[in-house]
């Protein structure tokens, strides 16, 4: 939900700044098809009713569609801010994989979103609460986006990784020239020869 707000961040950020949309819709990302693969399969994964009966294998089909969506940006790291945004996805995926597929939330963190320190237990979540025994609970969602604001959720360090490598490569590539349609064919024709002086 933080990257909702990192592409409106960016957004603003590349227009007040001189960049145009146009050059996005050119961007050339390798293997998006992969990562789309996996967040749509995530979207399907935490609601209902598949949510409700995966049971078991919900951890570590969760870690595996993770896994589809880090290769497809490990891939594509000289995009201005994939660094960061791989980087976010390295630290989630760590914790996630330490904790037997699933992300640590503090206490604190889901008493402050919820009301009380209890996550949902209708189906599955990729979320659980931290505790004595979580590993790299500082990794987990320990931040809270507060209601009333809209997409209220916590979150972690490689979120906040991610929303502003996101939010960087939308005002970056705002500001990727473009050449001329009669530049790029002229690119194409080979050079003329000279003739020699001699």
Request: glycine fraction near 12%; avoid cysteine; charge should be positive.
């Amino acid at each position: 939900m933080l990257l909702v707000y990192a592409v409106v961040i960016g957004l603003i950020a590349g227009v007040a700044s001189g960049g145009r949309l146009a050059p996005l819709g050119s961007v050339h990302i390798r293997l998006w098809g992969v990562a789309l693969l996996g967040l749509v399969f995530q979207a399907f994964l935490f609601s209902s009713p598949l949510a409700a009966v995966v049971g078991q294998f919900g951890p570590p089909l969760y870690v595996g569609s993770t896994a589809l969506v880090l290769i497809a940006l490990l891939v594509n790291l000289r995009q201005p801010g994939f660094v960061l945004i791989a980087a976010g996805a390295v630290l989630n995926f760590t914790v996630v994989l330490a904790n037997g597929g699933q992300m640590p939330a503090s206490p604190e963190a889901v008493a402050a979103l919820m009301g009380a320190p209890v996550l949902p237990t209708t189906g599955f979540t990729n979320s659980v609460i931290a505790g004595p025994e979580t590993n790299f609970a500082f990794l987990g969602d320990i931040f809270v986006l507060p209601r009333p604001l809209p997409l209220a959720n916590f979150f972690s360090i490689g979120d906040v990784l991610i929303g502003v490598g996101g939010a960087w490569f939308i005002a970056r590539t705002m500001h990727r020239r473009q050449d001329a349609p009669q530049i790029r064919a002229a690119r194409r024709v080979p050079a003329q020869v000279r003739p020699s002086h001699g």
